[in-house]
């Protein structure tokens, strides 16, 4: 499929950082500065930004998606534009920066662990108004993702877009993945909380935000700024709080094929959890869901080679298709 363009309403709209990732992958992949050169398992390139993953993933799961963010008018941007107009993502508000060029992103993977380098380029230049306000009016749900690396463009217009969503009936979600200046938020941060509905950090990003070292601690602060709290655990599975109590989701014990890598993992999850909240299922079995679609997407390089359909994802989380 090509040249996508989805007329509103969507079922989702994912909002935040489009970029291609080049993934390293080997049994030692740490430079040697020296000009020494080094070989290594693969070099791929692949969807990359944590928004560009999450929307790929939904729209394998059956949902009508649509993105915005900000490219460049280069080969990276050509290269994002195409992977997800076949993949089905609406990209009609992917926002076109002809003085800059795409982010980019490389990540060395080694095992369960990565280390990551971005240049940003266009991705920091979103803007809340470069979002279409019928997408933001009509979507059943709107997910942010990397709020830390658009903080300075996005987030002063964030929660006046998060509160539209709302008021028109739709849900909400925020990953806001790590912050690379360490701060971990503040007042405009407990602003965009106070219209989130989800909040998905993974564990490490949980301690950093709420400033707790145990994650049940962890937790309690950060459902007292307003949200749910769904924490992603990686291969141990999920932790999930709302007004029902505490909840551990365990990964699925059973997926084909090998471990290969978790890039995209966490983002791959987000996916899994909203199509699972937009199919009316509680936020435990959704973050079942999550973590099936999450698991799977481990076992091929890069976050969407192997993001599965809906009916894999509920046979992996053992939910009854309805």
Request: net charge negative.
């Amino acid at each position: 499929m090509t040249g996508v363009e989805i007329v509103a309403p969507v079922d989702l709209l994912v909002v935040g950082d489009c970029n291609p990732d080049v993934l390293v992958l080997g049994a030692d992949v740490t430079p040697e500065f020296g000009q020494r050169e080094k070989l290594v398992s693969g070099i791929s390139l692949v969807v990359g930004g944590s928004a560009a993953i999450t929307a790929v993933a939904a729209a394998r799961l059956g949902l009508r998606v649509a993105l915005a963010a900000t490219i460049g008018a280069d080969p990276a941007g050509d290269f994002m534009l195409g992977q997800l107009r076949t993949a089905g993502v609406d990209t009609s508000a992917v926002a076109v920066r002809p003085d800059l060029a795409t982010g980019m992103t490389v990540a060395l993977a080694h095992g369960s662990d990565r280390a990551i380098l971005t240049a940003t380029g266009a991705m920091t230049s979103l803007r809340a108004d470069d979002v279409p306000a019928d997408l933001v009016r009509t979507a059943r749900h709107v997910h942010v993702s990397s709020y830390f690396l658009l903080e300075q463009s996005l987030g002063p217009g964030l929660p006046a877009l998060l509160a539209t969503a709302g008021a028109h009936g739709a849900t909400t979600s925020l990953d806001t993945n790590w912050d690379p200046a360490g701060r971990w938020g503040g007042e405009l941060l407990r602003a965009v909380l106070a219209h989130t509905d989800v909040l998905l950090p993974n564990e490490e990003e949980a301690a950093r935000l709420s400033g707790e070292s145990a994650l049940d601690a962890a937790i309690a602060s950060l459902t007292s700024a307003g949200p749910a709290v769904v924490v992603k655990l990686g291969g141990r599975g999920a932790m999930c709080a709302d007004g029902d109590g505490l909840r551990v989701i365990p990964a699925p014990s059973r997926l084909e094929g090998a471990f290969v890598d978790a890039i995209g993992a966490g983002d791959c999850f987000n996916a899994g959890l909203i199509a699972g909240l937009l199919r009316g299922l509680d936020l435990p079995a959704a973050a079942a869901l999550g973590c099936a679609v999450g698991s799977a997407s481990t076992r091929a390089a890069g976050g969407t080679a192997r993001a599965p359909d809906l009916p894999t994802a509920l046979r992996l989380a053992g939910i009854v298709s309805r």
